[in-house]
């Protein structure tokens, strides 16, 4: 297992095939929906892929949003979800948060995974709510 910062629009389209494949064709989520201006190399956020047997497999991103590091588009492909890539994910784009000098972080967590979030310290901080069509809650942590 292993992860990078996306800096080329190469891995930048190779994440995106990961979101329209988990999100869009699994989930069902709109492509209009799933992909937004923060979707460039230049915008204010990091986007990372993680690698499984050197497989880019999973994909998230961390958008810095009023003091706060907001975890956003975090995904694996189906057949990898049972290698803790996605505790990966959450990790490296942690880091990335408090490199930017933040010391909270943020997410729109969908509730099926809430329990994997709590688990890695996160919190839920509101009701559940709709988003695409999919029921999710705010989780926060603060490092």
Same mark, same amino acid.
């Given at each position: 297992?292993?992860?990078?910062?996306?800096?080329?629009? =190469?891995?930048?389209? #190779?994440?995106?095939?990961? &979101? *329209?494949?988990?999100?869009? %064709?699994?989930?069902?989520?709109? @492509?209009? $929906?799933?992909?937004?201006?923060?979707?460039?190399?230049?915008?204010?956020?990091?986007?990372?892929?993680?690698?499984?047997?050197?497989?880019?497999?999973?994909?998230?991103?961390?958008?810095?949003?009023?003091?706060?590091?907001?975890? =956003?588009?975090?995904? #694996?492909?189906?057949?990898? &979800? *049972?290698?803790?890539?996605? %505790?990966?994910?959450?990790?490296? @784009?942690? $880091?990335?948060?408090?490199?930017?000098?933040?010391?909270?972080?943020?997410?729109?967590?969908?509730?099926?995974?809430?329990?994997?979030?709590?688990?890695?310290?996160?919190?839920?901080?509101?009701?559940?709510?709709?988003?695409?069509?999919?029921?999710?809650?705010?989780?926060?942590?603060?490092?």
């Amino acid at each position: 297992m292993e992860s990078k910062r996306i800096l080329t629009e =190469e891995d930048l389209s #190779i994440a995106f095939d990961i &979101r *329209k494949e988990v999100f869009v %064709k699994e989930q069902g989520v709109p @492509l209009s $929906e799933e992909f937004d201006e923060f979707d460039t190399l230049d915008a204010p956020c990091k986007h990372i892929l993680v690698y499984y047997n050197e497989q880019p497999v999973g994909t998230g991103r961390v958008r810095f949003v009023d003091s706060y590091g907001k975890l =956003e588009r975090i995904c #694996i492909l189906e057949p990898y &979800r *049972k290698y803790g890539l996605g %505790k990966v994910i959450v990790k490296v @784009l942690e $880091e990335i948060a408090k490199e930017n000098g933040v010391d909270k972080v943020k997410l729109h967590g969908q509730t099926h995974a809430e329990g994997f979030y709590h688990k890695l310290g996160y919190e839920t901080a509101s009701d559940v709510f709709m988003e695409d069509g999919i029921p999710h809650v705010l989780m926060t942590k603060k490092f």
